[in-house]
């Protein structure tokens, strides 16, 4: 790949890993439609710089949240856990991202086959983008009929998890990680900000444990030029960063009906073009 193609990948991979229309399904579009062969190595480097950029922007609150997680496992044998979970709102979150992990993981490990299959067929990544937008769309209309929406002080260990879950069924291509995640925390009544907030931080750790899973392949990213990969890689990274910023200013002031009709548009197209070419 030259330059202008990392660059390129950079910048989507950055963008839609954070908005709401699914990296993995405009990764394989773009792979689709440039004829470049798929790299594993640079899809995890890629994947590297989005979570560098989110944990950029929480980084005050990450390190809120591991002293208290670490503060926690102190106060287990004091018989303080509990309590210390119910008044330390970092505390709080610090588990309920753990917690919120389990199933992407779980899913990640017993049907990782299942799901990389997924990655060559365009009209199966198209349908998923489909429902993708009625997420998105569904979710709005409920939210705007919650009128007492959760705090983080009322949120519970099952919103976490069901947010989890929507986190797992994300490994499909076409089911955006972002989109699910923060449709599924307004479909139970959180916060707006609350959910796209718990969304990103979710993020953290699935995509640490798929890089990590992918290390192995690392070593054919020597395939691609140092200045190729570090533009692809820093593109990534900016982009991230600037999604980050505006999900969350889009889900505090309007609403993600835009993004629902974004995949409206792109997965009937993908599908149709996809049964013309193949």
């Not at 009544?189 to 992918?214: D, N």
Request: charged letters at 15%; glycine letters at 8%; a positive charge.
């Amino acid at each position: 790949m030259d330059i202008i193609q990392t660059l390129i990948l950079g910048i989507v991979q950055g963008l839609t890993e954070f908005l709401p229309v699914s990296s993995s399904a405009h990764l394989v579009f773009m792979h689709s439609l440039t004829g470049v062969e798929p790299s594993l190595a640079y899809d995890t480097l890629l994947h590297i710089g989005t979570l560098v950029a989110v944990v950029a922007y929480f980084w005050k609150d990450i390190i809120q949240m591991l002293k208290s997680f670490f503060a926690s496992l102190v106060d287990i044998p004091k018989g303080q856990f509990l309590q210390g979970i119910k008044d330390d709102q970092f505390k709080k979150l610090a588990w309920f991202v753990l917690i919120g992990t389990i199933p992407a993981g779980l899913a990640g490990i017993l049907l990782k086959d299942f799901f990389e299959s997924l990655f060559s067929n365009v009209i199966i990544v198209g349908f998923f983008l489909i429902i993708t937008g009625f997420l998105l769309w569904g979710s709005e209309r409920v939210s705007r009929k919650i009128v007492d929406k959760k705090s983080l002080k009322k949120m519970n260990i099952k919103e976490a998890l069901i947010m989890g879950t929507a986190q797992a069924a994300a490994i499909a291509p076409g089911i955006s990680r972002s989109g699910s995640t923060i449709s599924a925390g307004l479909f139970l009544g959180l916060e707006r900000e609350l959910a796209a907030r718990f969304s990103f931080l979710l993020s953290i750790p699935a995509i640490l444990g798929a890089a990590l899973v992918q290390t192995k392949d690392i070593s054919s990213i020597l395939d691609i030029s140092t200045a190729s990969a570090l533009a692809g890689f820093l593109a990534a990274i900016i982009t991230g960063y600037l999604a980050i910023k505006l999900m969350l200013k889009l889900v505090k002031e309007r609403d993600l009906l835009i993004f629902a009709y974004y995949c409206w548009i792109v997965g009937p197209l993908a599908i149709i073009l996809s049964l013309i070419y193949q």
